[in-house]
């Protein structure tokens, strides 16, 4: 009983796998659009957008970011980006710390 329970669960992590795959590539080619998430779990935020800055983990369209706006100096190339911020305290300062889990260049050309 023990073995099905592995397999199955071996089983539904390639399907997830592949479908997720998958799903990027049609991002990529731009055949879907690119969803924009938010997700928040405990002090962990998920964000995942389509952007002409990857390096900035807000999204340029949003208000009052100038640093990180569609006018800076990066590439005209757009890129769908992940990352993952988590939320912590130290004393009284609260900070954020941030890390990109994926970064995929959007094709143009429709390839």
């Known amino acids: 009983m023990f073995m099905r329970w592995i397999g199955g669960i071996i089983t539904v992590l390639i399907v997830l796998i592949m479908i997720g795959t998958v799903g990027l590539d049609a991002i990529q080619r731009r055949m879907i659009t690119a969803p924009d998430v938010h997700l928040t779990v405990g002090s962990f935020h998920i964000r995942a957008f389509a ?61």
């Open 51 to 111: 952007t002409r800055t990857p390096n900035c983990r807000i999204p340029s369209t949003q208000p009052g970011n100038s640093f990180c706006s569609t006018n800076s100096i990066y590439s005209t190339d757009e890129y769908y980006v992940v990352w993952l911020l988590k939320q912590s305290r130290r004393g009284s300062v609260t900070f954020e710390e941030a890390r990109r889990l994926a970064l995929v260049r959007l094709r143009n050309d429709g390839r």
